[in-house]
């Protein structure tokens, strides 16, 4: 079994910051890939950042320069520090990892999602 705990989120000002992580536990082999989605109301869910095994990252468009994913293999965890928040960045962020399990293929596993609220 694989669990993926997010923790982080809340509400802040336009501006401001918010520190995401994402901490994946159970028999874990490898991870891969991990990344952060999001989901507004009405929306379709959106990638926001991903980051390979060895720490190369990618960004929204949107995102770039204000947004910073990272990851600790040692500790099977993935960060997102957001800066410069806007209102639009508001959604649902689920956090998300390509997991190898022992005697099992990959697998992608999602976190339960938590709650980013930016006001203006």
Do not use: H
């Not at 159970?26 to 060895?54: C, D, H």
């Not at 990618?58 to 993935?78: E, H, P, Q, W």
């Amino acid at each position: 079994q694989v669990q993926l705990a997010e923790s982080g989120g809340g509400l802040v000002q336009a501006g401001g910051s918010l520190s995401l992580s994402c901490a994946a536990s159970g028999s874990i082999f490898r991870i891969n890939a991990m990344g952060w989605y999001r989901q507004a109301p009405g929306k379709q869910r959106e990638l926001v950042a991903s980051i390979t095994s060895a720490g190369s990252p990618n960004y929204l468009d949107s995102v770039k320069g204000r947004f910073t994913i990272s990851r600790d293999n040692a500790k099977n965890t993935v960060y997102l520090q957001m800066n410069g928040l806007k209102p639009e960045d508001s959604a649902v962020y689920y956090c998300n990892a390509a997991i190898v399990r022992y005697s099992v293929s990959e697998r992608t596993y999602w976190g339960q999602g938590t709650q980013v609220t930016v006001s203006s």
